[in-house]
């Protein structure tokens, strides 16, 4: 296990290396200057310097990479374009809420997830089973965005049970948390349900009942333990779609997060900013993947003693 | 599928055993309602796509999707505007027609494109391994960090929001999607026998890997490009919605949702028609893609 997981620590040093460099470059493959870029086509000659020389984009480009390489680490990503706030200052002031709002969507989904996943493999084919996997069906063809919109006419437009925008209180985060993890829900959904019936179907689950071990308990001791184990595969994945998805849910309920700081960053011509929030993305979702990993291996091992 | 050895094999075996195949595989799909139903919404959808696509100056059946007509601003439906008029007059339903052929056009391109780099890369890894299996996997492994819709935003933001380049950054956000995939079932179509067989034969790589290990893996790859172009959209609606995708005045549903949502208090139908048809398709692929893989890969679960 120990190997394993050294193993796996090793493998992070080049996928992150290479996330670093995709990140460098996003500023150093578009065409033209990017100092012009960022200062905007009719600026004048002198701002444009200012940014070249503040940046260092006249030294070669390996001396650039590995500068902003060593700052990274030390979690320096320069500093904003529009305010000269450090990049970092920007960033861990709104990663809290996006952070904050991914792991509500996360606890949302999984709930609705498994408990929709569970009660559709043990009534296969019977109304309730069809009613949820069609639900869930909906669930993963709605553009989030879209789902907040209407969420957002019915419930803070019509009923005014809800606040339209922001984030803090109840009343303002019921609806992105819904938004963001209605998706998960249905991918949990029916990742559940096919896991669920994949072991219902076999001897020991029939030995059990067998025995005479209630059927509740079958269900939840027996097969769901099992079952689990692809499932918590895609929930790591899905940890990563909703610090993505959140750019769309923050967009649409004018959320101050990470997401947003992005757009704005990218609408503004904010390089460094737009690059420091998404390798801070990235990194997580390495790191997260990586504590799945071995969460699944560990749960697996458990399965082969048995 | 396979030509190795004429003299062996009778010429009608193969195109009968293939003709067998199919038929087998659609008495399948058709058994699968749901399926069927995605099928024909797909096809109804690609026929009136066509009307958008004929003509670049906003015109479709007769009227100008892009007319702006400011007395008749925030109107709601009605028998003469059916989906209602956005904040410059203009008809939605129009414009919903009228954008229908670029919601499935990128969709498309993206995925093809996403194909067509993917596939190859997923084949030479899983052929060859080693070495060069190990830098590609790890290459995808870093696209791969970059979740969902992250990748493509990233590379919008350099290139620049226009049509196109929503399509490239979704294609390339996509690609290690369809290496992977193509990896995994070529690392096990390439231990069969019968590979060794026609390699013993003295077959060349590339005839191996194109004629005889390709075909063999077609299932998974026609399932996830089918699943794919589902996701595609909804990236590039979720990119134009943001801004970033495609521009206005294009009708893009995306951008339409955009437009719209300063209006929600006056008028919700703006942000409500283009978002369900946004639905209506995500969800005809979704069905056929889950019907097909059904009937093409019933080992694959998801």
């Known amino acids: 296990m120990t190997k394993f997981i050294i193993r796996r620590l090793f493998q992070l040093i080049p996928v992150l290396l290479g996330v670093t460099v995709l990140v460098f470059s996003l500023m150093h493959l578009t065409p033209g200057n990017p100092a012009v870029i960022m200062a905007g086509e009719s600026a004048p000659e002198a701002t444009v310097k200012a940014i070249e020389a503040r940046l260092g984009l006249n030294d070669p480009l390996y001396e650039q ?13 320069g500093s904003s374009i529009r305010d000269n706030i450090p990049v970092f200052n920007h960033i861990s002031a709104r990663f809290a809420i996006t952070l904050e709002l991914s792991v509500m969507a996360m606890i949302f989904s999984v709930f609705w997830g498994l408990l929709a996943g569970i009660i559709s493999a043990v009534r296969r084919y019977t109304f309730e089973d069809v009613a949820m996997m069609v639900v869930a069906l909906f669930g ?15 419930f803070a437009i019509e009923f005014q049970i809800f606040k339209p925008t922001g984030w803090g209180s109840l ?68 940890f990563g779609s909703f610090l993505a998805g959140s750019v769309l849910t923050e967009s649409v309920f004018a959320i101050n997060g990470l997401g947003r700081l992005i757009i704005d960053s990218i609408l503004q011509r904010d390089f460094p900013v737009v690059q420091g929030a998404i390798l801070v993305i990235a990194v997580v979702f ?8 071995i969460t699944y291996r560990l749960l697996n091992k458990r399965v082969d003693l048995n | 599928m396979s030509n190795i050895q004429p003299s062996q094999v009778p010429a009608t075996k193969p195109a009968n055993r293939r003709l067998d195949n199919f038929k087998d595989f659609y008495k399948k799909l058709r058994k699968n309602k749901a399926a069927l139903v995605g099928l024909y919404v797909l096809v109804f959808l690609f026929f009136v796509s066509i009307f958008g696509a004929l003509d670049a100056n906003y015109n479709i059946l007769g009227v100008n999707s892009n007319a702006t007509n400011l007395t008749d601003k925030l109107l709601g439906p009605s028998a003469q505007y059916w989906f209602g008029t956005d904040h410059l007059g203009r008809d939605i339903f129009y414009r919903v027609l009228h954008g229908m052929y670029i919601t499935l056009g990128v969709g498309f391109a993206a995925t093809f494109m996403a194909a067509l780099v993917g596939v190859p890369i997923g084949l030479l890894a899983g052929y060859y391994g080693g070495w060069l299996d190990t830098v590609i996997m790890r290459l995808m492994d870093v696209l791969l960090a970059f979740p969902g819709i992250l990748l493509a935003l990233a590379i919008v933001s350099v290139l620049g929001g226009s049509t196109f380049n929503v399509t490239v950054a979704i294609a390339i956000g996509a690609l290690p999607q369809f290496a992977r995939i193509v990896r995994g079932s070529t690392l096990t179509t390439r231990k069969l026998e019968y590979i060794d067989a026609i390699r013993a034969l003295g077959a060349r790589d590339g005839k191996i890997i194109f004629q005889h290990i390709l075909p063999n893996i077609m299932s998974p790859i026609i399932v996830n490009t089918t699943l794919f172009v589902a996701t595609a959209i909804l990236s590039a609606a979720g990119l134009s919605f943001l801004g970033l995708g495609v521009q206005p005045p294009t009708p893009e549903w995306g951008a339409m949702l955009n437009d719209g949502r300063n209006y929600m208090y006056q008028a919700a139908h703006i942000t409500f028609f283009p978002g369900m048809m946004i639905v209506i398709v995500v969800l005809a692929f979704n069905l056929f893609g889950d019907g097909l893989r059904d009937a093409l890969d019933p080992k694959a679960k998801k």
Not at chain 1, 146 to 154: K, S
């Open chain 1, 286 to 293: 390495v790191i997260v993947n990586l504590v799945v990993d």
């Open chain 1, 65 to 77: 990479y590995f500068r902003f390489l060593g700052n990274a680490a030390q979690l320096d990503f």
């Open chain 1, 140 to 154: 993963l063809s709605m553009p989030n965005f879209w789902l907040g919109l209407m969420l957002i006419q019915w």
């Open chain 1, 171 to 238: 009343e303002q985060n019921v609806l992105p948390v819904i938004t963001l993890g209605t998706a998960g829900a249905a991918i949990i959904a029916r990742m559940t349900r096919s896991s669920m019936l994949d072991v219902i179907d076999q001897d020991y689950i029939r030995t059990a009942r067998a025995k005479g071990v209630k059927e509740g308990t079958v269900i939840l001791r027996h097969a769901l333990k099992n079952a689990m184990i692809p499932v918590i595969t895609v929930i790591g994945i899905q």
